[in-house]
């Protein structure tokens, strides 16, 4: 069984087209030849704005991106919130914006080859911590150091990028099937034998199988307890593809509860009508839950630095808005946004994941090896 892998196996996955598109070796830095060089006028445009007071930064970087025009985004965001995204900031700024959009793995290999290449299309990204953390080491994003900054907790700087908003871990269950008081109050209770047959597990939730199994290590219990639960886990469940896919049989009652799914997603299905939940009636979660960072960067080789910089400054300031208004977590206070309302929320390992993301993908599929799959 195949799951998502993580940035750094997409950094050895394309080495060899880099060096055949440069025509040369790796860098002697550790980067890829010619990707993280950047082009000396977005750099120029970058270094103009950041020379300016704070408060004087929106305002030089909206003239310059409207003389350039338009705007090419490479994301990870699903084809709806890309299209509101794309259409909210053209309506603000009137600056043409095209987006490419594929999973994280196929936007930083895009990135990466084109880079590499000298002939990179993109000018901002927005996607997954992983391929943030891929980019960022690379030498491809440029520092943005506006006054947007300023919203975000010091949980969501990163080198070189931002987090844009949240993917929440938590189970999610069908109201219909699973009663009140039936519902799981921590992660081990999936183990239960109660849930036999109830449970769905996404073929590549390996960063929640990493989290939950550092979370249970750190908190007191030993190598052969973790592995016990997860054996019950695993074997009260089947698998699926896709944290949308399982939504979509979890609203329709054909599986009870996603051991699993991003809590966005379940609320989406919850505002439209979907007999799903992911807090107990009470409107509390005590299970702890573990906030994935999506973070925005822009290209230090941009074609349009200066639409690159208003959109990663747009996003975390009138986008989050736009995030929350299609119940995405953002990472920032916004008024009205309930994301983290009685949830039990605990750090994110985004610097052990970053390193060791291939070998816990490598673990994750060992576990559901065998395991059955849920038809779709």
Not at 157 to 162: E, N, R
Not at 222 to 228: A, G, L, M, P, R
Not at 314 to 328: F, K, T
Request: charged share 25%; glycine share 10%; hydrophobic share 40%.
């Amino acid at each position: 069984m195949r799951t998502r892998s993580f940035g750094m196996i997409a950094v050895t996955g394309v080495m060899a087209l880099l060096v055949a598109a440069c025509g040369g070796g790796v860098a002697d830095s550790g980067q890829i030849a010619g990707a993280g060089s950047g082009n000396s006028e977005a750099e120029k445009v970058y270094a103009e704005i950041a020379a300016l007071p704070r408060d004087q930064q929106r305002a030089k970087a909206e003239e310059l991106a409207k003389a350039e025009g338009s705007l090419a985004i490479y994301s990870s965001m699903t084809q709806d919130v890309a299209d509101v995204v794309r259409e909210k900031f053209q309506q603000q700024f009137g600056i043409q914006v095209t987006v490419f959009r594929g999973n994280s793995e196929t936007v930083l290999q895009r990135i990466l080859q084109e880079g590499g290449a000298n002939r990179l299309g993109a000018d901002a990204v927005e996607t997954n911590f992983a391929e943030m953390a891929v980019l960022s080491q690379e030498g491809m994003l440029a520092d943005y150091t506006g006054p947007a900054l300023d919203r975000v907790k010091d949980t969501g700087k990163f080198d070189h990028w931002t987090a844009s908003r949240f993917n929440v871990f938590l189970p999610a269950w069908n109201t219909n099937l699973i009663r009140p008081g039936e519902e799981p109050r921590s992660w081990e209770e999936l183990a239960d034998p109660k849930y036999r047959g109830k449970l769905t597990l996404e073929v590549s939730d390996s960063d929640w199988y990493e989290n939950v199994t550092k979370y249970w290590l750190d908190h007191g219990k030993s190598q052969q307890e973790v592995d016990t639960l997860w054996r019950g886990i695993v074997s009260n469940a089947k698998a699926a593809k896709g944290h949308t896919t399982m939504m979509e049989l979890l609203g329709a009652g054909q599986t009870p509860m996603d051991a699993m799914n991003y809590t966005y997603i379940t609320e989406r299905a919850r505002v439209n009508g979907a007999p799903v939940a992911y807090r107990l009636a009470d409107g509390t979660n005590p299970i702890p839950a573990f906030a994935r960072p999506n973070g925005v960067g822009m290209l230090r080789g941009a074609q349009h630095p200066a639409a690159a910089w208003l959109f990663y400054d747009w996003m975390l300031s009138e986008g989050q808005q736009v995030l929350v208004d299609l119940h995405l977590t953002p990472s920032t206070d916004v008024p009205g946004d309930d994301s983290f309302k009685g949830i039990n929320l605990v750090p994110f390992d985004v610097a052990g994941l970053t390193k060791e993301g291939a070998d816990w993908d490598k673990r994750y599929d060992e576990q559901l090896r065998g395991v059955e799959q849920v038809p779709n």
